[in-house]
């Protein structure tokens, strides 16, 4: 299976600040025939079900704010938040599409400082 | 409005067996592929299982195979879950996710219903 490594575990950062979350797949989920990264992210608030927010590493589902953005290829992944809000603390998830068995990574909580 | 909605956790001994539900509404249900996913408390996401639109392709992880049974019936729009000779470390929420299309993988999710396994 694939391994999903994120980094780090848990992130506190003053609201209006810039929030990166790593994420670093054992090995690639490029798909070479249409050139997308079979890689998604999700958030998961205190209480609730993950809400899908990037597919294909880097394209934003309908409703996300564009303070969330998400970037890399190949094996190495990164969700940036350019802006936190206090309704952004929530544990954030990558996960890799590529292979039928899907597998996340770890999760990563942000908080507020 | 696109809704999934699983039922069937509860408390059950280990060896012990359950059927899991989930009924989807608001889209064509027969087109989608769905997945479990599940959840132990206070830890993270767990792929489980994957079923195509018309039942005849299953994955699952190593950790269920052998144990768990993914299935669905079109006809009344519920993807199922059978779990069998449960074990403690089955003990989590399960949610029903729907697979997406156009490089969405798993786009709605359930609310999730928890299965606790002890003696």
């Known amino acids: 299976d694939i391994v999903m490594t994120q980094s780090p575990d848990s992130l506190a950062v003053s609201l209006g600040e810039r929030a990166t979350i790593n994420c670093k797949s054992s090995?690639?989920?490029?798909?070479?025939?249409?050139?997308?990264?079979?890689l998604a992210w999700y958030q998961q608030k205190v209480g609730q079900p993950p809400r899908l927010l990037i597919y294909w590493a880097s394209t934003r589902e309908s409703g996300v704010p564009d303070r969330f953005s998400g970037s890399g290829s190949g094996t190495d992944f990164a969700l940036t938040i350019s802006s936190l809000q206090a309704e952004d603390v929530a544990v954030y998830y990558c996960?890799?599409?590529?292979?039928?068995?899907?597998?996340f990574g770890q999760g990563t909580k942000v908080e507020i400082k | 409005e696109v809704q999934v909605v699983e039922s069937g956790g509860g408390l059950v001994q280990p060896g012990g067996s359950l059927r899991l539900s989930c009924a989807a509404s608001g889209f064509t249900f027969n087109r989608y592929w769905m997945h479990w996913v599940r959840q132990a408390p206070g830890k993270g996401l767990v792929w489980v299982s994957r079923i195509n639109d018309n039942g005849s392709d299953r994955d699952y992880a190593d950790s269920v195979k052998g144990r768990f049974t993914i299935s669905r019936d079109n006809a009344k729009n519920t993807l199922y879950l059978q779990i069998n000779t449960l074990r403690v470390e089955d003990t989590a929420v399960y949610f029903c996710?729907?697979?997406?299309?156009?490089?969405?993988?798993?786009?709605?999710w359930g609310q999730g219903t928890l299965v606790t396994v002890s003696s």
């Open positions: 996960q890799q599409y590529y292979d039928a068995r899907r597998t």
């Open positions: 996710v729907r697979g997406g299309w156009d490089g969405k993988d798993l786009d709605y």
């Open positions: 090995q690639s989920v490029l798909y070479r025939s249409n050139n997308k990264n079979y």
